[in-house]
């Protein structure tokens, strides 16, 4: 079976792609390098998937309605498991049109093709992000997600609502995934994990935004990538997934974790709570592990100690 997949040069739809690869299927990648970071680190994610003979890589934008024509048109796809978007909350403030264009217009642009080619299956990307400061907790599916807390948020949110209608209007599999903070080998340098293990390991000052005590489902890539794959094989109708570890740590908690790991203190520097920020993420995720079997095995502490190595070798 082929599969476009869309952000495949990214952390987490890298490593997808050798998921996939490793179970035989053809993969198209798509993805624009922008940079957001760094391209080159998006070139080495996949610097062993390039000449690969089931994967073939396309460098274009979402936007870009004639590439897409031409994509869909020469490939017979059967699966879009969409990945590529603007991320981050805190940009998404400053650059609120650009995230609107790129994640709602990207994503309506891959359901129309969808649609017209009959897709057998599709998987999209969302946010725990959606459910903005939610009280209850932990996080479910049925939860309302009429508040968030952020332009990235609300476009996230506002994919779940558009795929939903093409389902309902054209009977389309879609399955959503609403992803708890992902971390490991590769991950985006700007993501907290990342970041403060380079800035530690450098002897250089790390931001705490608030006091240390909001709180984190991080969940740990091999974790979401099975999830991911689960929820490709078991997609049909239209569903939505909390993809977490569903467990919690806090800020403090994490620093210390990477201190012990690394060997070093960290150098903190204190800062206020940044708009857009969520003060606790935390994953129900009965639904998951009743429908397509996700069943998380990476706990936070073997987690760090595996970032750590990777990262050191890295570095």
């Known amino acids: 079976m082929k599969v476009l997949l869309t952000g495949g040069a990214g952390f987490i739809g890298s490593h997808f792609c050798e998921r996939l690869v490793a179970n035989d ?43 897409l024509d031409e994509l869909f048109e020469k490939h017979n796809f059967q699966i879009l498991v969409h990945l590529a978007a603007r991320a981050g909350v805190r940009p998404s403030l400053q650059q609120p049109l650009l995230y609107e264009k790129v994640n709602v217009q990207g994503t309506m642009e891959l359901l129309e093709r969808s ?62 995934l609403r992803f708890f ?29 608030g006091d240390g005590s909001t709180r984190r489902d991080y969940t740990y890539i091999d974790d979401i990538v099975d ?7 078991h997609c049909r109708g239209y569903n939505i997934y909390n993809l977490g570890e569903s467990k919690t740590i806090s800020l403090k908690d994490l620093i210390e974790l990477i201190e012990l790991n690394l060997g070093k203190k960290a150098k903190i520097k204190k800062l206020p709570m940044q708009p857009g920020d969520v ?37």
């Open 181 to 209: 903070t992902v971390y490991g080998p590769r991950q985006r340098p700007d993501m907290a994990i990342h970041k403060f293990t380079r800035l530690i390991a450098q002897g250089e000052e790390i931001p705490m935004y």
């Open 25 to 67: 299927y053809e993969v198209v990648i798509l993805d624009n390098f922008n940079d957001y970071y760094d391209p080159g680190l998006k070139r080495k994610n996949i610097a062993t998937l390039q000449g690969h003979p089931q994967v073939t890589l396309v460098e274009g934008d979402l936007l870009n309605g004639a590439l």
């Open 279 to 315: 003060e606790t993420t935390y994953a129900d995720i009965k639904k998951a592990k009743d429908e397509i079997e996700y069943n998380p095995q990476i706990d936070i502490e073997f987690g760090i100690e595996k970032f750590v190595e990777w990262f050191k070798a890295n570095a």
């Open 115 to 176: 649609k017209k080619y009959q897709l057998e299956k599709l998987v999209i990307a969302s946010s725990s992000s959606v459910y903005g400061n939610n009280k209850k907790v932990p996080f479910s599916e049925t939860d309302s997600v009429d508040h968030p807390i952020s332009p990235y948020a609300a476009t996230k949110k506002a994919c779940e609502l558009i795929a939903s209608t093409y389902h309902h209007l054209y009977d389309l599999n879609i399955t959503m």
């Open 227 to 233: 999830g991911m794959y689960k929820s490709m094989v």
